[in-house]
């Protein structure tokens, strides 16, 4: 089955009814959209807002095709591994540009590796934090049993 395109669907005030009922499954209205996502309403209109969504809209509905909800899966994912709205914007351009997507993965193989050593600078600061915490933490039980006494708080 091929990728439905906003542009190439025609809606009709019939079909935002039959959306609002649930009832054409291409097509969902905002409330199903975000349930399905997992997200709140708010979170779809904030990414429209931002650009990287469009739905259709038929007087003040909104109608989402399988085309905006996957291009919401896609941005909900890059924001769990940390990428920015513009990143996510500029990967979601390549997408859309590159119907063979070849463009679009050699974009995402440079997006991950960077990501990849951020994770790693990160988690070397980390762990250097926790170890030196832990000595922090032994020097001071260290001290405590070498001064007993004194009051005794937690």
Not at 61 to 88: A, D, N
Not at 109 to 115: C, D, G, L, T, W
């Amino acid at each position: 089955m091929t990728e439905l395109d906003a542009s190439q669907l025609e809606v009709t005030e019939a079909d935002a009814g039959q959306v609002a009922a649930g009832s054409l499954g291409e097509l969902l209205g905002i409330q199903e959209a975000a349930t399905q996502l997992g997200v709140t309403m708010r979170t779809l209109r904030f990414y429209e807002d931002k650009g990287l969504i469009a739905p259709q809209r038929v007087g003040t509905t909104r109608i989402y095709s399988r085309r905006e909800v996957g291009r919401m899966q896609l941005i909900l994912r890059g924001k769990r591994l940390g990428f920015s709205i513009r990143e996510i914007a500029e990967f979601l351009d390549l997408y859309d540009v590159d119907p063979e997507h070849h463009v679009q993965v050699r974009q995402l193989i440079v997006k991950v590796s960077e990501r990849m050593k951020d994770l790693k600078r990160q988690r070397q600061a980390i762990e250097q934090t926790l170890d030196e915490l832990s000595s922090i933490e032994k020097q001071a039980k260290a001290w405590l049993r070498d001064h007993p006494g004194g009051p005794t708080h937690g």
